[in-house]
């Protein structure tokens, strides 16, 4: 998968530049090709380069393929959508597809009496564009850039002022987006970041309008088509962020200027300290680990976590790491808690020797520098966290995260690893109910998300986009069993996934993925338990490869084996029987499916 | 060969890569088969990008083989 990314390239494209990394596209037979239908009322010309260049930049191993639709039927384009799926839609809307006399090609009349009926056409065709954009999005996701250009000189007022009937029709446009982007698979271009790349007044190209239909010009095209493509490759976000205290969270050392001395407020001049706290918590809110890595007295740091004027408050942060020991061991046993990944975290300290220590520990983490006395520089910073942790809708698996995390600790033995459980005793007194859900809707996007973000216990690292998984799941002998967990504590949410196919009682698992927070709690055993029961499956095999880091999943199959696992490693139900251990859940079966479906397979 | 000759052929080989270096200096609508109204547009859009030229409307019928944009190019002298 994609990783996140916030910085833009830095410079436009030039046309003959997209054009070679364009023509550069491997064969179309490559496995993953990658299928991006372009509907736009213009002549798509050099969109249509831009967008497969930079889709090519963005993922060179895969053929990319860019499906477009006819001149000045935007409409029609969209409603072919509808039959086709691909891994997305991109729409990019102008003025003159709302109402043809809001563009230069057309001579429909720009007179006064006339201004009030084009917003009214223009609200008109929303109305028809968003059922249009829904219904899309049951299919494939759909990427939305509303209007970038600007209007044409036909309202009365001049250019420096805004007529009733433009704002009227800004705000019909605006709730387009609105109602699109309320839509979990649709994602609408930011308008801050397109002006933030590409200035207004350099965007419009009127001769090629006139000569060819394309309207914009190479620069605003190439930024724009950048903006779509990454929306279209959704990169995941990071997970975690590890953050230093003095000086950054707050101004001020908590161990010589006292606890009720740090500050992040107006009066002293550090409020961009409490931006940063700000930001920090909602993060957190929306299923990002948030810990701390700091070099001081645990009780003076205790004491400042304990004032209630704190933006950032103790139930956001997991865990603190305060010590006087190195900060690369205080990152290390934030890492440990989390069980993440370093590559999908970033830690900010405002000290570059502290930073250059964890870099050197740690290389794989986004090591970066709080510009503590630079309030324009922390501003910077906030917007960077934003483009690296934001996600287009948080779940309530996202909300619950944390405060899971945070639960499994205080349960947890000080030596639980990945491989280890919880003792019997434990997992009893936990109360630990599993619900296990054999469905077949791709549509579930938690489900996709935990295919595609799971590295550790994960079969063979395959990961879907959406539109493969779509199709994979649409084989007739496909099946899909989640599994999600609470206890005592709280819910887990969704925590594992399992996929594959069967056929005469066979049962191939080719996805088998589950969060690090339910490792130990022999949900994995519970899952094995109910594909068997499910299928009547005197065996199962497995679709595993080793990838640099399942290696959870490798000590898994391992223990169920009795031998290391290869590829189609085939685990018996009398060899499941044998090794299973008490599983003290309480569990609930949902099954959706129809046994017609399954009609080839051995109840 | 030219230096504007030489560039022009970059930007031939941009828009036709399917061509090779020897039929580019000879390429026109008839000789190719991709030269189609949006092939003229996207050529004409790369040769005011890499000569920094702008190519007024009324030129643009002018521009119908790799000669003729040569021609035109070295007319403008802005090269």
């Known amino acids: 998968m994609a990783t996140p990314d916030s910085d833009p390239a830095p410079g436009p494209l030039t046309l003959a530049e997209a054009l070679r990394i364009a023509a550069a596209n491997p064969p179309a037979s490559t496995a993953g090709a990658m299928h991006v239908a372009l509907a736009c009322g213009f002549t798509p010309l050099h969109l249509h380069t831009f967008l497969c260049a930079q889709l090519r930049l963005r993922r060179p191993e895969r053929h990319v393929r860019i499906i477009g639709g006819l001149y000045d039927d935007l409409p029609g384009t969209l409603e072919r959508c509808l039959r086709e799926r691909v891994d997305a839609v991109v729409l990019v809307l102008e003025w003159a597809d709302l109402d043809p006399r809001?563009?230069?090609?057309?001579?429909?009349?720009?007179?006064?009496?006339?201004?009030?009926?084009?917003?009214?056409?223009?609200?008109?065709?929303?109305?028809?564009?968003?059922?249009?954009?829904?219904?899309?999005?049951?299919?494939?996701?759909?990427?939305?850039?509303?209007?970038?250009?600007?209007?044409?000189?036909?309202?009365?007022?001049?250019?420096?002022?805004?007529?009733?009937?433009?704002?009227?029709?800004?705000?019909?446009?605006?709730?387009?987006?609105?109602?699109?982007?309320?839509?979990?698979?649709?994602?609408?271009?930011?308008?801050?970041?397109?002006?933030?790349?590409?200035?207004?007044?350099?965007?419009?190209?009127?001769?090629?309008?006139?000569?060819?239909?394309?309207?914009?010009?190479?620069?605003?095209?190439?930024?724009?088509?950048?903006?779509?493509?990454?929306?279209?490759?959704?990169?995941?976000?990071?997970?975690?962020?590890?953050?230093?205290?003095?000086?950054?969270?707050?101004?001020?050392i908590a161990g010589e200027d006292g606890p009720a001395h740090v500050s992040w407020d107006l009066e002293h001049q550090s409020q961009a300290h409490g931006l940063y706290q700000q930001l920090l918590r909602a993060l957190s809110e929306e299923g990002v680990f948030v810990g701390v890595a700091s070099k001081n007295d645990p009780a003076v740091v205790d004491e400042v976590f304990a004032r209630d004027d704190l933006v950032l408050t103790r139930e956001h942060v997991f865990p603190l790491a305060v010590s006087w020991g190195s900060k690369a061991q205080a990152v290390s046993r934030v890492l440990e808690a989390w069980n993440v990944h370093a590559d999908s975290v970033m830690f900010v300290d405002d000290s570059p020797i502290e930073l250059a220590e964890v870099a050197a520990a740690h290389p794989a983490i986004d090591c970066v520098l709080f510009p503590a006395h630079d309030p324009r520089g922390i501003y910077d910073l906030?917007?960077?966290?934003?483009?690296?942790?934001?996600?287009?809708?948080?779940?309530?698996?996202?909300?619950?995260?944390?405060?899971?995390?945070?639960?499994?600790?205080?349960?947890?033995?000080?030596?639980?690893?990945?491989?280890?459980?919880?003792?019997?005793?434990?997992?009893?007194?936990?109360?630990?109910?599993?619900?296990?859900?054999?469905?077949?809707?791709?549509?579930?996007?938690?489900?996709?998300?935990?295919?595609?973000?799971?590295?550790?216990?994960?079969?063979?690292?395959?990961?879907?986009?959406?539109?493969?998984?779509?199709?994979?799941?649409?084989?007739?002998?496909?099946?899909?069993?989640?599994?999600?967990?609470?206890?005592?504590?709280?819910?887990?949410?969704?925590v594992a996934v399992l996929a594959g196919r069967v056929e005469d009682a066979n049962v191939h698992v080719d996805t088998w993925v589950m969060s690090c927070r339910a490792f130990a709690r022999r949900i994995e055993h519970q899952c094995l338990k109910a594909l068997i029961g499910r299928f009547a499956a005197p065996a199962i095999t497995f679709g595993y490869r080793e990838t640099p880091r399942n290696g959870p999943m490798t000590q898994t199959l391992r223990d169920l084996l009795g031998e290391a696992p290869e590829g189609n490693a085939a685990l018996t139900a009398e060899r499941f029987a044998s090794v299973c251990p008490s599983l003290p859940h309480r569990v609930t079966v949902k099954d959706e499916r129809s046994d017609e479906r399954y009609a080839g397979a051995a109840r | 060969m030219s230096d504007t000759q030489a560039r022009l052929v970059k930007v031939f080989g941009a828009v036709f890569p399917e061509l090779a270096e020897?039929?580019?200096?000879?390429?026109?609508?008839?000789?190719?088969?991709?030269?189609?109204?949006?092939?003229?547009?996207?050529?004409?859009?790369?040769?005011?990008?890499?000569?920094?030229?702008?190519?007024?409307?009324?030129?643009?019928?002018?521009?119908?083989?790799?000669?003729?944009?040569?021609e035109y190019l070295r007319r403008r002298s802005a090269v």
């Open chain 2, 22 to 70: 020897g039929e580019i200096l000879h390429a026109s609508p008839e000789s190719v088969a991709g030269w189609d109204s949006l092939a003229s547009a996207t050529l004409l859009t790369v040769l005011e990008e890499e000569f920094g030229v702008d190519v007024a409307a009324e030129d643009v019928d002018e521009l119908v083989s790799f000669e003729r944009v040569l």
């Open chain 1, 382 to 494: 906030l917007l960077r966290l934003r483009d690296l942790f934001g996600r287009a809708v948080v779940s309530e698996d996202d909300r619950i995260r944390v405060a899971s995390l945070r639960h499994r600790d205080a349960e947890a033995p000080a030596s639980l690893d990945a491989t280890d459980g919880y003792s019997e005793a434990v997992l009893e007194r936990a109360q630990a109910e599993l619900t296990l859900d054999f469905h077949l809707d791709a549509g579930d996007a938690r489900a996709l998300e935990l295919v595609n973000k799971t590295n550790q216990f994960n079969l063979n690292g395959r990961r879907y986009t959406e539109r493969e998984w779509a199709e994979h799941l649409s084989d007739r002998r496909a099946f899909l069993l989640t599994a999600s967990y609470r206890d005592r504590f709280g819910p887990l949410g969704k």
């Open chain 1, 102 to 252: 809001l563009g230069v090609r057309r001579l429909g009349g720009w007179s006064p009496s006339l201004a009030g009926e084009i917003v009214e056409h223009a609200a008109e065709t929303l109305t028809r564009l968003e059922r249009l954009v829904r219904g899309a999005a049951a299919a494939s996701p759909v990427v939305v850039s509303l209007p970038t250009l600007p209007l044409p000189p036909l309202f009365s007022t001049p250019g420096w002022l805004s007529s009733a009937h433009e704002l009227q029709l800004r705000a019909h446009v605006s709730a387009f987006g609105a109602a699109a982007a309320s839509h979990a698979r649709v994602r609408v271009i930011g308008t801050q970041a397109i002006e933030a790349v590409s200035p207004a007044a350099d965007r419009f190209d009127v001769k090629s309008m006139l000569f060819s239909g394309f309207p914009y010009r190479t620069a605003h095209a190439s930024r724009l088509a950048e903006l779509l493509a990454r929306a279209v490759d959704n990169p995941l976000p990071k997970k975690g962020l590890i953050t230093d205290l003095d000086h950054t969270l707050w101004r001020g």
